[in-house]
């Protein structure tokens, strides 16, 4: 019999907020893949390790995830990734992936899925809390109220369209164009507050448009909000 794979969600960074189920999926599964070059030093693994402690007994699995724009690299990567992942399916062995926020949204495990359910193979993704509904939570501020539309935007990909649309937006991978993004929203005129590292120990909070750095970290989100009278 095959094994199942299961795309985990740890959460955008503090190990409290992960879920009861991907804690037990942790526990009940001798397998752990997570994304990168060394899976110890895999920010999903460390946050994991936190809450799980017993995950250092498993047997891990390193997935190249390189953070390059080359298509047919990444293709390669990624078969790579999902070969590995089907050497154990094999064996009839389960095999946990761990990945930041939730694998439903912008998230490097999709591109894996695609690959393993092509094969044959049976996928269930497992949702985590995603970065953004956490740097809200971290702000004490709501992403929408009654009507207001809410855009969910990977800002790496936009940094060259105007943002037209009305209401509220969440710009995810921002961190890597970052100046180019902080005009997009001065032209915009909304109400900027950024959360980096959400709930990790490095985290950082700022609280308007200026405050946010050039060279934010990568894992910047940013919550811009039109203004409302109150």
């Known amino acids: 019999m095959q094994g199942i794979v299961y795309g985990v969600g740890v959460g955008p960074g503090d190990p409290e907020l992960m879920t009861l189920k991907a804690v037990r999926l ?9 994304p990168g070059q060394e899976a110890k030093e ?14 250092a007994e498993k047997e891990l699995l390193s997935i190249s995830m390189p953070m390059v724009t080359d298509q047919e690299q990444l293709r390669k990567e990624h078969q790579k990734g999902a070969l590995l992942i089907e050497q154990y399916l094999e064996q009839g062995k389960n095999v946990v992936y761990l990945t930041l926020g939730d694998p439903t949204v912008y998230c490097s495990f999709s ?3 695609h690959i393993l359910e092509a094969d044959g193979y049976q996928v269930v993704l497992v949702s985590g809390i995603p970065s953004f509904c956490a740097a809200a939570a971290r702000l004490n501020l709501p992403l929408a109220e009654w009507d207001e539309p809410l855009h969910i935007v990977p800002a790496v990909h936009k940094t060259r369209e105007p943002l037209h649309y009305e209401g509220n937006y969440v710009l995810m991978k921002s961190a890597r164009h970052m ?10 005129d909304l109400e900027v507050r950024c ?3 959400c709930g990790m120990d490095t985290e950082k909070i700022y609280r308007t448009l200026e405050e946010i750095p050039d060279d934010a ?12 009278q109150r």
């Open 195 to 197: 959360v980096e590292n």
């Open 179 to 188: 100046k180019d993004v902080k005009e997009l929203l001065r032209q915009k």
């Open 42 to 55: 895999a920010v999903s693994y460390q946050i994991a390790a936190k809450a799980v402690p017993e995950i």
């Open 111 to 113: 591109y894996l899925q």
């Open 26 to 34: 942790i526990r009940e599964n001798d397998v752990i893949a997570v």
């Open 217 to 228: 970290g990568y894992f910047s989100l940013i919550i811009a909000k039109e203004k409302t």
